[in-house]
């Protein structure tokens, strides 16, 4: 039986990224209850991260405290990963010694040659490619607060960064509109775009990607590893702050998300951020409980029913 990886949106289909969504809200529920539900006992993530986090390392950590397992952090400093070990070699021992892995690493080509090597499921924590954990947090989100993303107008404002590219996945997958604004030279790479064609309409005015939008999503303006080009950067993003001003073209029901962390006054401004039509806190959140889903649907021992339990 062929290992079933997480690397992009893609490696699920539309339905089953669906029903992910719902065990994740089946997931919350059952946490908040109080209730103990331990699929995951004696089992171990590996967890390796190459760029540094604290949303991503703390939720799967908590993640797999909550299912019973354990969760080993592995940082490029401490390890022969980050001294040239070659990915092929490490994947092949670890994966023989772990459950899982989640990697957050710079290149989605060298995470797509761990997972080729890796005898366990690999989940992809962030790459300058694609984010997919992120997108399950930023669907349940959306759904928690106002029902089914299908058919509805996502406005993505700022760089063509993994984020928008994993928003260019979801428009996809779970079937809504989706308006880009981004200065030009700084748009999606054309390649991640060719799939989604007509779900996605590139614009450079924030103000009409944003027009009667149902959901307005930024990132940062500077990703890591770009940091030589903040200043530019900061020029040439000027006019794409979501402000009040911006989120006043949307629809009147419209939220807010942000992956976090945010640099308030640069891509967006703290009377959004902090106002009523933020759910950013909800959204972080929710990247423990879209994560608890798919950890047990990725290495749960019985993966062909992971609702069998009642209790569950």
């Not at 039509?277 to 950890?295: I, M």
Request: net charge neutral; with cysteine.
């Amino acid at each position: 039986m062929a290992i079933q990886h997480f690397l992009t949106l893609f490696d699920l289909s539309a339905d089953e990224l669906k029903q992910l969504i719902q065990r994740a809200i089946n997931l919350k529920a059952l946490q908040r209850s109080g209730k103990i539900y331990e699929p995951l006992k004696n089992k171990t993530l590996g967890m390796l991260f190459e760029k540094s986090s604290t949303r991503t390392r703390v939720s799967f950590e908590v993640a797999m405290t909550q299912f019973g397992g354990n969760a080993i952090f592995l940082s490029h400093r401490d390890t022969q990963f980050g001294r040239g070990e070659p990915i092929a070699d490490t994947a092949r021992v670890l994966s023989r010694m772990v459950d899982c892995l989640m990697i957050r690493t710079f290149s989605q080509s060298a995470l797509e040659n761990f997972a080729t090597y890796s005898k366990v499921p690999v989940i992809n924590a962030l790459t300058d490619r694609y984010h997919p954990c992120q997108l399950l947090a930023d669907i349940q989100t959306y759904f928690e607060h106002r029902g089914s993303i299908q058919g509805r107008t996502v406005a993505w404002v700022g760089d063509g960064n993994n984020m928008c590219h994993s928003y260019i996945s979801a428009a996809c997958q779970f079937d809504f509109k989706l308006h880009i604004a981004t200065p030009a030279g700084y748009g999606p790479d054309p390649s991640v775009l060719q799939a989604a064609s007509k779900k996605v309409q590139i614009v450079t005015d924030p103000r009409e990607a944003v027009v009667n939008a149902d959901l307005v999503v930024t990132d940062v303006w500077t990703s890591m590893g770009q940091e030589a080009e903040k200043q530019q950067r900061l020029r040439v993003f000027a006019s794409y702050q979501v402000n009040k001003g911006l989120m006043a073209l949307a629809k009147k029901e419209a939220i807010f998300m942000h992956c976090l962390p945010a640099h308030r006054g640069e891509e967006v401004a703290a009377e959004v951020i902090d106002g009523p039509q933020s759910v950013v806190w909800d959204e972080a959140e929710n990247r423990l409980h879209t994560q608890k889903a798919l950890l047990e649907r990725l290495i749960a021992s019985d993966q062909s029913n992971p609702s069998k339990n009642n209790d569950a």
